[in-house]
């Protein structure tokens, strides 16, 4: 692990990219407002927006130490890099907008960075009490080991490596100035974490630093999102060939394995959906513990189906194009279309 100077106190850096989401910086900002302890700065970075979120900024411009920053639409990557570029701190953090702090966020942060630190990390994510049952079903579905593997950092069991993910990261400056920032590219949040761990920085998973992440999708939206990472794992093979685990291909064994079943079912018995429904009882069932209510447990059947055939869909037609037909990655203006749909 890295060896920090105490005497010289870390002043972190929180950097936000937002596009079209003026209602979400208010309840983000309004999370950072409640820390118990305020050692940071606010970098928050307008992406072209049609709808900016300038008046919510300015409505804590006395209260937080922040910076508004206005660009062009170049998409989240390079959002991120402009956020890092006005940056006063030392250590970085990065959040999505859509995602609400626990008032001891940073103090728990600080706890962790000063019993083991560390020069990158990354925590889970979860659903808030007043969260729709959509939401919470959407946030089981990327967080459940049934459905992700335990690989987002939010459960005890997982079957990868952990690479932190942009939602909830941070790094230390030094780590940007050598490895520098966020690839233009599918997964730049992984990317960037296995060039950090490559450069020889160190790595952790902060269970107690977790986040509220809202994810105000419907179940069109979401489908796109997670067909998009399941894109993004082939991007990822292409550049980084070793990073290519097994648990990342289980969604694209699910759609084969879904699609042979319902053949097998039409051509010879009906029985066979008989392995589909027991899949989905095992969703209701780890869901309804989790959460606590039939009505989420119901959804999140279909949360989680949506989960692992989006994903699994991205793969196989990423891995068809780019891997089998050997096409070029997406970026510029194909990728930040992809990300603002």
């Not at 900016?52 to 006395?62: F, I, L, M, N, S």
């Not at 459960?155 to 100035?177: A, D, I, L, T």
């Not at 952790?204 to 979401?222: D, I, P, W």
Request: hydrophobic share 45%; aromatic share 12%; proline share 4%.
């Amino acid at each position: 692990m890295g060896i920090i100077d105490w005497t010289v106190e870390l002043k972190y850096s929180i950097i936000i990219p937002v596009y079209n989401r003026p209602d979400e910086m208010a309840e983000m900002l309004e999370s950072l407002d409640a820390q118990t302890e305020r050692n940071f700065e606010v970098v928050v970075v307008e992406d072209g927006s049609s709808k900016p979120c300038k008046d919510e900024v300015d409505r804590y411009a006395g209260k937080l130490e922040i910076q508004y920053v206005i660009k062009p639409n170049t998409g989240r990557s390079d959002t991120r890099n402009v956020g890092m570029q006005k940056a006063k701190g030392n250590y970085f953090l990065f959040f999505d907008s859509d995602c609400i702090l626990p008032p001891e966020y940073m103090q728990t942060l600080n706890r962790c960075l000063r019993e083991n630190y560390v020069d990158c990390f990354g925590g889970p994510d979860r659903a808030l009490a007043s969260f729709s049952p959509v939401q919470k079903a959407v946030n089981f579905a990327m967080t459940s080991f049934l459905t992700t593997g335990g690989i987002r950092g939010s459960g005890k069991v997982c079957m990868e490596k952990f690479n932190p993910r942009s939602f909830n990261m941070g790094f230390s400056r030094q780590v940007y100035e050598k490895v520098g920032g966020f690839a233009d590219m599918f997964g730049e949040d992984i990317d960037l974490s296995i060039r950090i761990r490559e450069a020889g920085f160190s790595i952790a998973l902060f269970q107690e630093a977790s986040v509220y992440h809202k994810r105000r999708v419907n179940l069109k939206k979401f489908f796109r999102q997670v067909y998009n990472f399941g894109q993004a794992r082939i991007f990822l093979f292409k550049l980084h060939p070793g990073s290519l685990k097994l648990v990342h291909a289980l969604p694209a064994c699910f759609v084969l394995g879904e699609l042979a079943i319902i053949l097998l079912a039409v051509l010879h018995s009906p029985y066979w959906l008989l392995l589909l429904a027991l899949y989905a009882l095992m969703l209701f069932f780890a869901s309804l513990i989790k959460n606590k209510s039939l009505k989420i447990a119901a959804l999140s059947i279909l949360t989680g189906f949506v989960q692992l055939n989006g994903y699994g869909c991205g793969f196989l037609k990423a891995f068809w194009t780019k891997v089998v037909l050997g096409r070029k990655l997406e970026t510029g203006e194909k990728l930040k279309k992809a990300y603002n749909k």
